[in-house]
Structure formats: structure tokens, C-alpha cells
């Protein structure tokens, strides 16, 4: 206990001096044309031409007052339908523990609070024992929230997490506008939060990775329209997905599923959910976790490892697929043929007034960047676009 105790300090000490180098290094300011501005080079560094909007979302106990000594877990989907619509997922609750409690609580590897160094005071999260200084780690380990798969599960409800406000919805000022807790049996993993912008009626589609399914509701949540994929079955077979990731549509409701952590394939769909084809072979072998040998490296076009994220083009049809640890994007037509290799680059979800909104699976919370003051429209992200619906 003393050997771990010693650990600890050891790596805290350490995180804390990098922390206050960062906080306190030099700064200085830009004035360049028309990007000169008011604030320091590192704030640029730090967030570009975006600054954070503060205490958004609220805190959990502000949103619901029961949830008094307990905060975000892991927040994976976030999608912003409109200004005062915002959905944000996250992987359960984790009590707010605090330093120098855990080790006479357990015994083993802890999510635990570091209180006032975050940014506006917020505390930061750490694993300790410390496998991955700094950030948190809200949905990975025995002792997490549990959501994800391949690990040995030792949690108790309650006590370590609760499941439940898994999917809610906010406004720009971080206020709850919906909550749809009645669901929270239905998820284990929520990766994506979707609505294609092809469909008026804006139907929702949670992308549940850890369910193999993919499960599409009305609007308001009252309703579970339809379930594609075999929920709690994986497979790769054309009735089930294995750790699906990401959604893509055309606008005649023609959708891709990047199929996905496990699987390393493209499957194509028709708009009400039959399944059309599919293409992609692994360049890796997750039962194994190793490459699959033999492939030069890079490994050939149509080969894929953790097939990540996945876009469509309403004019060409071509599909743009971000084949993650091969650190690439593969493009191919509508019907599967590879047409190109792209270096992989990084997208997120943006609205109507160009906030850009992320969504932070260690760091367990979700964020609003607005641009700043002046800020050069060339270095903002594009708008996302709404065809069929407009709010």
C-alpha cells in the first residue's frame, strides 16, 4: 500500500509541474492584418480561432439535483440538431472522489478528481495508478463505467457508476431540454448520435457499438422506430454488425454503416434497412489484436483497421471511409470499387451560428467552441448541411 501510495505522489508531482509550465510558460500577441487580435498565442494554440464557452452544459447536479456527488462519465455522441437542441450521450456516472479517499476505499486502479487545475477551476480526472497521465479514463478499466467490451468488469452499481441519463438533451446555454432516461436499459455503448439530412422528419439514430445494433427513434424519443442489427448479437454476417461506428446517407435514404472496431468493412443499405452489399477485408485480427501477416505496410487499397468514421456525397456518391490506424481515408464509389487514398484528417459536429462541439471519451465531457471575436472565416469549420430540415 505504501509502494502504490509513493507511486502516486510520484505521478501526480510530475503531472502537476508539466501543468504549471503549460499554465505559466511566455505568451505574446498576434497582430498580423486581419487576424490581429487581442489575445495571447497561446490561446490560439489551445483552442485556434474558437474560445470555450464556460459551464457548458451545466453540472449534472444542476441539470438533476439527485445527481449531488456524481459526474459525467465517458461522453462519446454528441449532435447538435439546431441552436437549443443539442444531444449528448455519455457512458454513465462516476462519483467525484476525492484525492487521498481512494486508497482507503479500494484496492485497485480508481478514476479520481484532481481538483482547481483544469480549465475555470474544474477539476482534471486521472487513472490512478496512473497508466496514461493526463486524462481521464471515464470508460475503460474494471473499474469504469461498463460499456466497454474485452474488459473484466469488477464495478458495482451505485457504488462505482450509475447507468442511467445516458442520452439528454441541452440548449446553448448548457440547460436540460430533454431527458431520455427511459431508455438507458436499450444502451450499452453509444458511439453516434445521427439524423440524416435527407429525412423531414428528423428521425434519431443511436449507433450503440456495444449492442452490435443501431436503433432509430422519433424525434422526440417517445418512439423506437425500427432496430437494424441483432441487438446484444455480433456477427458479420448481413443481419449484424461487430462494433459499428458510424453512419452515412444519400439522398434517396440509400446508408452506409463503417462496420467497424471489429469488423473491418463497409456495408451498404437501402433507405428502409435491407441490407445491399458490403466490401473490406482486415488488415488486422482483433480476436488476436496483432496485424495479419503477410501485408505490406501501408497494407493494399480495401483493406482496412478499425474502420472509424464514414461520409457520402450527395452529387458523386462517392463514400469517404476513415480507416483510423492505417491513418488514411479510403474513398470508393456507391457500389464498393476503390477509387482513392487520402491522408486522414479530422471532422466534427458544427451548427447553424459555426460552434464547433466536441465530445470527450477519457476526458468525460462534452464542450462548446464559439468563434472568437474576428476570428478569419477561412480557419473556421464548414457548416453542416440540412437538406430536408432546416431548424
Partial sequence: MLKRAIMVITSLSGFLFAMFF?????????????????????????????????????????????????????????????????????????????????????????????????????????????????????????????????????????????????????DSQGNLVDDWSRWDSKFKRVHKILISPYDPEKRVWVDDDGKCAIFIFSNDGKKLLQTIGVSGECGDDDKHFNRQTDIAWLPDGTFFVSDGYENTRVIKFDKNGKYLTSWGKPSWDWRTRKLVPGLPDPPPPNYFYNVHGIQADAVSHRVFVSDRENHRIQVFDENGKFLDIWPLGDYASIYQQGNLFTAEVFNGRAQMFRPRPGADPARLIGKQIRVAWKD
Avoid: C
Fill in 22 to 170: 503549460l499554465v505559466h510558460r511566455p505568451t505574446s500577441v498576434q497582430a498580423q492584418g486581419a487576424m490581429a487580435q487581442n489575445h495571447s498565442q497561446s490561446d490560439e494554440q489551445v483552442s485556434g480561432p474558437y474560445e470555450v464557452v464556460k459551464n457548458w452544459p451545466k453540472p449534472l447536479a444542476t441539470l438533476w439535483p439527485e445527481e449531488k456527488g456524481w459526474t459525467w462519465g465517458a461522453t462519446q455522441a454528441i449532435f447538435a440538431q439546431n441552436p437549443n437542441r443539442i444531444f449528448i450521450s455519455m457512458r454513465g456516472e462516476l462519483p467525484i472522489i476525492k484525492p487521498g479517499d481512494f486508497l482507503s476505499i479500494y484496492d485497485e486502479a480508481q478514476n479520481v478528481e484532481v481538483p482547481g487545475i483544469g480549465e475555470d477551476g474544474r477539476g482534471i480526472w486521472l487513472t490512478i495508478p496512473m497508466p496514461g497521465v493526463p486524462p481521464r479514463n471515464a470508460s475503460v478499466g474494471p473499474m469504469s463505467s461498463p460499456g466497454e467490451p474485452h474488459v473484466k468488469f469488477k464495478a458495482q452499481e451505485g457504488r462505482d457508476y450509475r447507468w442511467q441519463h445516458l442520452i439528454y438533451i441541452v
